[in-house]
């Protein structure tokens, strides 16, 4: 047996260890599971909140222990003594409280990421593991001491090695799904991963080097680490499509963490969806900080004394409805500093007051207490009232409200006086039209300002009485059977009464546009605009942030062009950090040289300095004669790129980067021609795909943002650039589109277009 072979199998004795265990705990976790629901819904409430509190429990903890399967060990830390840490996804002790494994987000396993030659600690080498499913196929180890017996040992047992393990993970073929890269983190990621939770993170870096698997690894490790204070808040994390979202949404499951809420901007509040598009100018107007003064002045706007005041008949008198009372009842109801929905209650109670005092003024007599409350309803049931308090004082929902706002040019005119009237016609939309995504801020601040729909919040008070005569009920059972507190509330008595004892903090948390979270990951971060900004910061005042992007792919127009710039007024000039991430781990050299090139021609910053690995023909060009001929070059071409890249197993993916006005045609050419040159069982296979895990894609530079592909072709990038609403725009949509691929980039263009733009 070779020295290598005998690494191998002394790896595959603690790999199939730490397995045996996880095994053994899964087994027990089901176990106590199955023995819980074998209980039925016998017994008291208090023990069947007891019995769900645990099966809940053993459910997460099963949940946990099958998300680290793939990979469960990675690595391996020698110190100065002879002795090994072994590094996985999550911590492993056998019966007797021994260490099998080192979960990667404790102390113990940061020198796994951050030891270097030069500083090491009494760490002398670190070994990396390569597993496929739970079998060890290859070992590679980084001596850290020079002068260690290891460097010899290392040698002949042929493992010396550098940076393969994370080269091999580069070159594998995207699966579209992200992986994590627990395995790989490098020394200047890992320090971001580990910042202190208590302030807004920044991490700029350009395409490849990691910044979204950065910002999800030390979301898994805030968890790790503040876990009594983030369980019951959450974790948020925005990304910027659904596309993303289901890219990455595998990531934090891998490193043993569940139950975090995933959203876009466009679907963050409960009960909106938005699919529409306003474009670019009108997003960028929408997307401004002085939009939420528009708004503000939209919801001020009605509150006001009307023109007409009324006198109500009661009684055989006449009630006058005066304006020092309207005003004084308007002063009150403002001076509760409650929204404006709410505030209304007590406008309206100051108004009938002051209504049944007029009345009473008309007396000769005290009247009993009977007469006045016949006096009050009578008052309430008035329509002439109702219209006027309703005229002073408007009840509201968000939606009405911003729906108003873009179908009347004249309230943009007077809630925005600052809008030119250009910019008034481009805001400007029929009633009813569907909610843009640029909308959802301006919503988010309506039902901000507003509060609830009077409506919904009389239903939620019957609710409400209805749960505290359930919650005094369970406080109640929870005394009679001398438990006052511990794993039992009367809170969980109640959850348990209505069915909702299993419901996770993510589901409560993401149906509810108030619930305020714990930390926030954002990625492609720089695409967000003020008022985004206003609706996250809302949803974590502690402003505990991830912010993952880079301004040099800024599409948006209202997006950050810097990061100081929009991060000073949200968070303060000290209560943010800002850290570069400048090794491009995804494009080839060649590849991320012509991107990096024309970016910076075009006077966009980049903040990467260099790729880490070359790959021959990485960068290929083809010009056609005219736009006759360009389609069929596409799709030819797409056939060699699937041959090449795409697998029957589900693995590889192409991306075909068009003008918006070509996507339709260009697909159905392109397929046409796969269904050509493949069989048709693997043709169904491709076709049948979802959007979200297509193998072969043609798309916009917009859809491809935080995506990567084994190749990419790029087609008419000239017009890509005239389509674009500004040339930074442009210039950001073209050098996202170019650094996509981690082995191959084709640009496929027409000599006109070449005169357009010079690559």
Not at 96 to 122: C, K
Request: overall charge negative; aromatic content about 6%; hydrophobic content about 40%.
């Amino acid at each position: 047996m070779s020295s290598y072979s005998a690494q191998l199998q002394e790896e595959q004795q603690a790999v199939d260890r730490a397995y045996d265990r996880l095994d053994a705990l899964r087994a027990q976790a089901r176990s106590r599971l199955d023995t819980v629901r074998a209980a039925g819904s016998h017994g008291s409430p208090t023990q069947r909140t007891e019995r769900d509190s645990f099966a809940t429990m053993y459910e997460d903890r099963l949940t946990q222990l099958r998300a680290v399967e793939d990979r469960l060990v990675f690595g391996r830390l020698d110190d100065v003594h002879g002795a090994h840490r072994y590094i996985g996804r999550i911590g492993l002790s056998d019966e007797n409280h021994e260490p099998i494994l080192t979960d990667w987000r404790a102390d113990a396993a940061r020198p796994f990421y951050e030891a270097t030659p030069s500083s090491h600690g009494d760490i002398v080498m670190r070994r990396h593991i390569t597993l496929n499913f739970r079998e060890v196929v290859g070992v590679e180890d980084e001596v850290l001491d020079v002068h260690s017996d290891q460097v010899g040992e290392a040698s002949s047992n042929g493992t010396l090695t550098g940076e393969g393990a994370l080269l091999a993970s580069l070159n594998a073929k995207r699966t579209g799904k992200m992986t994590d890269i627990v395995a790989t983190i490098q020394g200047e990621q890992d320090r971001i991963i580990r910042a202190d939770l208590n302030q807004a993170v920044v991490v700029q870096g350009g395409p490849g080097t990691g910044k979204t698997a950065v910002a999800l690894h030390r979301a898994a490790y805030l968890l790790y680490t503040h876990r009594r204070a983030l369980q019951r808040s959450g974790v948020l994390v925005v990304g910027p499509s659904s596309t993303f979202l289901h890219y990455i949404d595998q990531v934090l499951p891998s490193l043993g963490e569940t139950g975090v809420v995933s959203r876009t901007i466009a679907d963050l509040i409960p009960g909106i969806i938005a699919t529409a598009h306003d474009e670019p100018h009108a997003a960028k107007l929408k997307g401004e900080r002085r939009m939420a003064k528009a708004i503000a002045n939209a919801v001020a706007s009605r509150e006001r004394v009307p023109s007409h005041l009324p006198s109500i008949r009661i009684n055989g008198f006449n009630v006058p409805m005066l304006r020092t009372d309207v005003e004084q009842a308007l002063a009150d109801a403002k001076r509760t500093r409650q929204p404006h929905n709410k505030a209304r209650e007590t406008f309206v109670r100051d108004m009938l007051s002051s209504m049944r005092n007029r009345y009473v003024e008309q007396l000769d007599y005290e009247p009993e207490q009977a007469e006045l409350n016949d006096v009050t309803q009578q008052l309430r049931m008035s329509d002439g009232l109702r219209r006027t308090l309703n005229l002073a004082w408007l009840p509201m929902t968000g939606e009405w409200l911003v729906d108003q706002l873009f179908a009347k040019p004249e309230q943009l005119r007077r809630f925005a006086p600052w809008l030119e009237e250009r910019d008034i016609a481009s805001l400007t939309r029929p009633k009813g039209s569907p909610f843009t995504v640029s909308d959802v801020p301006l919503l988010d601040e309506a039902m901000e300002l507003l509060g609830p729909d009077p409506k919904a919040v009389a239903k939620q008070k019957a609710l409400d009485a209805k749960r505290a005569e359930e919650e005094q009920f369970a406080k109640d059972t929870l005394a009679q059977n001398g438990i006052g507190n511990g794993i039992v509330t009367s809170q969980m008595l109640v959850d348990n009464i209505n069915g909702m004892d299993a419901e996770l903090t993510a589901q409560r948390a993401a149906a509810d546009r108030e619930w305020t979270y714990g930390h926030i990951v954002v990625d492609e971060a720089q695409e967000l605009t003020a008022m985004d900004w206003r609706m996250l910061i809302r949803r974590c005042p502690s402003r505990s942030f991830t912010i993952a992007g880079d301004v040099a792919q800024t599409s948006a127009l209202g997006g950050t062009r810097s990061w100081r710039r929009m991060m000073d007024p949200l968070f303060g000039e000290r209560n943010w950090q800002l850290n570069e991430l400048t090794i491009n781990y995804r494009n080839p050299k060649e590849v991320s040289q012509l991107a990096g090139d024309f970016a910076s021609g075009e006077g966009l910053y980049i903040s990467t300095v260099n790729a880490v690995r070359g790959v021959p023909d990485s960068v290929k060009r083809l010009t056609v004669r005219d736009d006759g001929l360009l389609e069929d070059a596409v799709a030819q071409q797409t056939i060699d790129l699937v041959r090449e890249y795409v697998a029957s197993d589900g693995t590889g993916r192409v991306a075909i980067i068009a003008p918006d006005g070509m996507l339709k045609t260009l697909r159905r050419r392109v397929y046409a021609q796969l269904q050509e040159e493949l069989t048709a069982k693997e043709f169904s296979r491709l076709e049948e795909q979802s959007s979200w895990d297509e193998q072969v894609t043609v798309c916009s530079t917009q859809t491809v943002k935080g995506l990567e592909y084994d190749a990419v072709m790029v087609v008419q990038p000239g017009r890509i650039e005239q389509d674009a609403p500004s040339r930074i725009v442009a210039a950001s949509d073209l050098y996202v589109a170019m650094t996509r691929p981690t082995q191959r980039l084709l640009i496929v263009r027409t000599k006109d277009d070449e005169s357009l733009l010079e690559l």
